[in-house]
């Protein structure tokens, strides 16, 4: 277990890198306010800073040089890539701090009209929309594995590592909408994110059955590594099954009872500030009822 956790032969992914830069620049926006006296909730400092650290260790340590050896382990980046990592990313709110906490002179005047004009656009809309991200999720799946795109791919120079770039900003675009509580562009209704989420879990819990039930090999690519390991390829991936399986379901579950809390919540408070609303200026419905009550009272009694 320890060799997953050094660093390996093969050099780290970008995303590596990428962790480290998000993980400074978030901590810089958050001391920034907190330092003006601001509030900047800690949990999602926590959050953000997990799912970074996550981004490190997967990408950049042995884990990443197990990876291009066996199935099982790149099924393990793939899933935590596309289903653990971004929903810690995007429960920090990193949009809501980027607004608050960059200056509005010099540089972060730039930074601030280049972030707006992102929200508007069109192209972010659509990029965030389910028309985009459930294809998407069907081709790192299905189409990757049983349309025979992964062999190709892998072995190209940097195919690994475009495939697990490719696998995270999957991630991000199917759960920016879903999770987040920042300004998006794209915003959907609680029975929307709580359908593409079933959607999504239905999905891939197919795919990890059929891999971990299948009796041919999926991919080449992995079977003279794993094969030099001591491991039976084949073994190895049904293991990888397995976790899709296992492993892909339980993000999704908690984030569907993260949603539901959230729906319940809001609709418990919207009820009890129209509840408010009606005792200081009455209801209008029901004061319309109530009147129409009386009018068919009045026609009964008896003259």
């Given at each position: 277990m320890l060799e997953y956790l050094v660093p390996g032969p093969y050099p780290a992914s970008p995303l590596a890198?990428?962790?480290i830069l998000l993980a400074i620049a978030y901590l810089?926006?958050?001391?920034?306010?907190?330092?003006?006296?601001?509030?900047?909730?800690?949990?999602?400092?926590?959050?953000?800073?997990?799912?970074?650290?996550?981004?490190?260790i997967i990408m950049g340590l042995g884990v990443?040089?197990?990876?291009?050896?066996?199935?099982?382990?790149?099924?393990?980046?793939?899933?935590t890539l596309m289903m653990a990592i971004p929903p810690l990313l995007v429960l920090g709110s990193p949009g809501t701090l980027l607004l608050r906490a960059?200056?509005?002179?010099g540089l972060g005047r730039a930074v601030l009209r280049l972030a707006h004009g992102a929200l508007r656009s069109r192209a972010a809309r659509w990029a965030l929309s389910p028309a985009v991200a459930l294809p998407l999720y069907l081709l790192a799946?299905?189409?990757?594995?049983?349309?025979n795109l992964a062999d190709p791919i892998l072995r190209l120079p940097?195919?690994?590592?475009?495939?697990?770039?490719?696998?995270?900003l999957t991630g991000m675009l199917f759960t920016i909408p879903v999770l987040a509580d920042d300004?998006?562009?794209?915003?959907?209704?609680?029975?929307?994110?709580?359908?593409?989420?079933?959607?999504?879990?239905?999905l891939h819990a197919f795919f990890g059955v059929f891999i971990m039930m299948s009796d041919t090999l999926m991919i080449g690519t992995f079977v003279q590594p794993t094969a030099a390991l001591g491991l039976d390829p084949l073994e190895d991936q049904?293991?990888?099954?397995?976790?899709?399986?296992?492993y892909g379901e339980a993000p999704t579950l908690l984030m569907v009872l993260y949603i539901m809390h959230r729906w319940f919540r809001e609709d418990t408070a919207r009820a009890r500030a129209h509840d408010r609303y009606a005792d200081v200026h009455g209801d209008d419905d029901l004061d319309a009822y109530n009147e129409y009550l009386a009018r068919l009272h009045e026609r009964r009694r008896p003259r």
């Open positions: 890198a990428l962790g810089a926006g958050a001391m920034r306010l907190w330092r003006q006296g601001r509030r900047w909730p800690v949990s999602r400092t926590f959050c953000f800073l997990a799912g970074c650290a996550a981004l490190v990443e040089s197990y990876g291009y050896a066996q199935f099982s382990v790149f099924m393990f980046q793939q899933l960059t200056p509005h002179w799946f299905y189409g990757l594995y049983l349309g940097g195919g690994h590592q475009t495939l697990e770039i490719g696998f995270f300004p998006v562009p794209a915003r959907m209704g609680y029975g929307a994110r709580a359908l593409d989420l079933f959607a999504e879990a239905a049904r293991v990888a099954g397995a976790l899709a399986w296992s």
